[in-house]
């Protein structure tokens, strides 16, 4: 136990051993080390000189022979502070590289109901709006298994929502507005989509309905978003209840 927590802060697995072995028995010169530590006399000498310079060991001279003895253990928080003050140095750069990736635009493609469900409960985690417009009117019967769940969760998160549905849906536009933060409406035929783009954060879910299996096209972008949510703005204006 002892020994793979040295390893996990830094210590060899043969400066583990060797460091533990002088503990115990406190000064020795290197034969005695190799033989209660269990390490080949050759490495000893090796781990022994990384661990003087860790400042885990020191030595004196008895008789011209070197007799080590292991620093107290205290000394092992020195390791940790210092690699703190290592990664102290980097972390502003780390940052930097972290919001520059963010704002890069991520794009992953997805086949079937499956990962759609996957994804679709992921856009609760956002705890914001979601928008969603081209949705024809078979869309519910492909996501009975979950769509009533989804919005009981979603109402209950308190997140509100607003569809824009193809035309001919009007009975599931009706049950829509009768629950709580959700809205629905619906465009002309001439406007009708095969696909479904949902909005929510920064991602955008583009959902190819008439595909078998279906294909779900994520988008992680926040400038993009913000792009379909005026959009979606302009659909809501010309849309009807």
Known sequence: MAEKILENIGLSKNESKIYLSLLKT????????????????????????????????SYVL??????????????????????????????????????????????????????????????????KPIFVYGIPSFVP??????????????????????????????????YLNSLSNTEAKYLPKEYDSPVSTFICGDEVLLT????????VIRVLNKNLAESYNKYFELLWQLSSK
Request: without cysteine.
């Open 62 to 127: 008895k008789d011209d022979v070197k007799v080590f003895s292991a620093s107290d253990p205290k000394s092992l928080l020195g390791i940790l502070k210092e690699k703190e003050e290592m990664l102290q140095t980097i972390l502003p750069n780390l940052a930097l590289n972290h919001q520059l990736g963010q704002m890069k635009t991520k794009v992953q493609t997805f086949e079937g109901i499956s990962p759609f469900k996957t994804l679709f409960y992921d856009l609760l985690r956002y705890k």
């Open 141 to 174: 019967d492909k996501v009975k298994n979950f769509i009533a769940h989804f919005h009981k969760e979603r109402e209950e998160k308190g997140i509100p929502m607003k569809h824009i549905y193809n035309f001919g849906a009007q009975d599931r536009i009706k």
């Open 208 to 215: 190819m309905w008439s595909l078998e299996p279906i294909l």
């Open 26 to 57: 406190g000064a020795a010169p290197a034969g005695r080390i190799s033989e209660t530590s269990g390490v080949h006399r050759t490495n000893v000498y090796d781990a022994m000189e990384r661990l003087i310079t860790k400042g885990l060991v």
